[in-house]
């Protein structure tokens, strides 16, 4: 029985204690790592947090950025169609005064015609009815 406990106490300071500080040494390592992981995980969802908030800043940006551009492309398009209706209505407008002159011009010109072709024709009958005053005379 002597022999068992020495040989028990033997196996205990040779076998059980090492094996026993070399399990605790690693499962401290493992909690250890284990600790870190958790810790550098935290730290990135963190940041993931912080990125997200800043890509939602920028979308918003974004979008105000294409809003504004938008409303200022609109503006600018209303300038050019309201520029663009005033240059029209400014030719019409010529085009009609032209128009307007060049019917009066017309009509005067057809005046001035009718008028040397009345005297024409008032000459030419004149002119036959001197020729029929004669044939009249000639004929009595």
């Given at each position: 029985?002597?022999?068992?406990i020495i040989l028990a ?6 076998l059980y204690k090492p ?118 005379a000639s004929l009595k």
């Open positions: 029985m002597f022999n068992f106490g033997g196996l205990y300071i040779l094996v026993k500080d070399f399990m605790e040494k690693r499962e401290n390592y493992f909690k250890e790592r284990d600790e870190a992981a958790r810790a550098a995980e935290a730290k990135a969802q963190e940041k993931e947090q912080e990125y997200q908030v800043r890509i939602d800043g920028a979308n918003e940006e974004i979008a105000d950025m294409k809003n504004k551009a938008a409303m200022d492309a609109r503006a600018e398009a209303d300038k050019t169609i309201a520029a663009a209706n005033e240059k029209a209505e400014k030719i019409v407008k010529q085009a009609q005064e032209t128009a307007e002159r060049e019917h009066d011009r017309i009509i005067e010109d057809s005046r001035e015609e009718v008028a040397a072709l009345a005297a024409a024709a008032a000459q030419k009958i004149l002119d036959e009815g001197d020729d029929y005053a004669s044939f009249a």
